[in-house]
């Protein structure tokens, strides 16, 4: 999937412990995106970094939830206290920077961290 | 709410063209049509996109209609690795965040 590396790919976590998801983006790409999708659902937009910067973070639970990309290293999602119903695929996606009406700024997913909670 | 309408399945014979319609009659002049699609346990996976002219790839060909209230995705030779949930989004060129319907569930049969 173009690139966007996501680690782990499998993580399973008891009932109030922490999870922490890593993203590294195309090469090149400065705007990181997580999106989270249930079992049997569509995917759902959480939250949107560039770098040291969150920008827009409307879908993201306003309690547990945090998402980072420094300035160095990869972007990381990091869901405290993790509760069953946290139990999803998480989705990174990288883009270049955006400019209204300009193409070519598709959006690139990784291939998901799946989180398991017991 | 996602602003596209797409059948929930379809079925394909292997080695024939797949054809994926997709309405979107509430399509603004500056919006685009993106199409990705998921195979099972992976992450989505770009196709193509368009605004007004037919577009083609090395994965596949997408027409748009001339009032743009609908597309069709056309897989030309379909393989058993296309079985996937085929999505249609619309999306301003710099809004960030993609709208996700229910998609298309395609069957590449044998």
């Known amino acids: 999937n173009a690139g966007v590396m996501q680690n782990p790919r499998h993580l399973v976590r008891r009932r109030g412990q922490e999870a922490r998801l890593r993203c590294s983006p195309m090469k090149g790409h400065s705007h990181v995106y997580w999106y989270r999708q249930l079992p049997e659902e569509g995917l759902k937009f959480m939250v949107y970094?560039?770098?040291?910067?969150?920008?827009?973070e409307s879908g993201m639970p306003k309690e547990r939830f945090s998402a980072e990309f420094p300035k160095e290293g990869p972007s990381i999602l990091r869901i405290q206290q993790v509760v069953r119903g946290d139990s999803a695929a998480y989705f990174c996606?990288?883009?270049?920077?955006?400019?209204?009406?300009?193409?070519?700024?598709?959006?690139?997913f990784g291939e998901g961290s799946w989180l398991t909670v017991v | 709410d996602a602003k596209t309408t797409q059948p929930p399945s379809m079925d394909c014979a292997e080695g024939r063209a797949a054809n994926l319609p997709c309405n979107h009659s509430t399509i603004s002049g500056n919006e685009y049509v993106y199409w990705y699609r998921q195979i099972h346990s992976q992450g989505p996976q770009y196709i193509i996109h368009g605004l007004k002219n037919n577009e083609t790839n090395e994965m596949a060909s997408l027409i748009i209609t001339e009032d743009r209230k609908s597309s069709t995705l056309i897989l030309p030779h379909a393989t058993l690795r296309d079985t996937a949930v085929y999505y249609c989004i619309v999306r301003v060129g710099g809004n960030y965040q993609l709208i996700w319907g229910a998609g298309t569930k395609l069957i590449i049969k044998p």
């Open positions: 996606a990288s883009s270049p920077p955006f400019a209204p009406g300009i193409t070519g700024n598709t959006i690139y």
């Open positions: 970094l560039q770098k040291e910067n969150i920008i827009d």
